[in-house]
């Protein structure tokens, strides 16, 4: 695995074969994740890792609770999340993509809600790493940093050692359907999830590289021209 093929896009994997995740794997995976930085070393973040029938259960209970049209009931909230202009435009057009890549026509509803549901199901993948912080921190700058940094580590420690993630919303977006399943105490706060498993290399989707911003766009230099 090429380093530039997991910062340019192939990080995000959305298609994983059904086989199992050894414990010791994912434990060295977080213990390579947990050397990110935080401030201060606060280190705020806690991680519940679900697979097997645990994880079947979150599965079903977020598939049925979308269907019936239950609201979501995410727990880490900045804010609206409705993106607009060139941000709106990059959340259109990886999706074209995806649904390019997948055969999906504009006008199929069916394919199209299986597509949405599959996030809810983690996108079958065999485990399901839920990333949680102290709830004493609830409010802090520093924190939504730190389990970020530590979430990209995760997925790029994954990477090194084969396997594909995808760190996503729509898993946790039915929280008390996780915290039951998942076992996750009242002293936490859900934040993130991230779906992890071996890639299945035939599933059309994991192809797609999304387009980037380029280094122009995205940095200024200033006083290297002196």
């Known amino acids: 695995m090429q380093y530039d093929e997991v910062i340019l896009g192939r990080r995000s994997i959305r298609g994983f074969t059904p086989d199992p995740v050894p414990r010791e794997l994912i434990e060295e995976i977080l213990a390579l994740a947990m050397r990110a930085p935080s401030s201060m070393n606060t280190q705020p973040w806690n991680f519940h890792v679900i697979t097997g029938e645990p994880l079947d259960r979150i599965r079903a209970g977020n598939t049925e609770r979308n269907l ?132 299945d290399e035939t599933f059309p989707a994991n192809a797609v590289v999304s387009e980037r911003k380029s280094v122009e766009e995205a940095a200024t230099f200033v006083g290297f021209d002196q």
């Open 68 to 199: 019936a049209g239950v609201p979501h009931s995410r727990e880490f909230r900045t804010g609206a999340e409705r993106f607009t202009g060139e941000h709106r435009d990059r959340q259109v057009g990886v999706a074209k993509q995806l649904f390019a890549a997948m055969g999906i026509a504009r006008d199929d509803v069916e394919m199209r809600q299986d597509w949405v549901l599959r996030g809810f199901r983690q996108f079958d993948a065999p485990v399901c790493v839920i990333v949680t912080y102290d709830r004493i921190l609830d409010g802090s700058d520093d924190t939504p940093f730190d389990c970020g940094a530590v979430s990209t580590a995760l997925v790029n420690a994954a990477w090194s050692r084969g396997l594909g993630a995808v760190i996503n919303s729509q898993g946790i977006m039915q929280s008390p359907v996780v915290r039951e399943h998942a076992g996750i105490p009242d002293d936490q706060v859900i934040m993130k999830s991230i779906a992890l498993g071996w890639p």
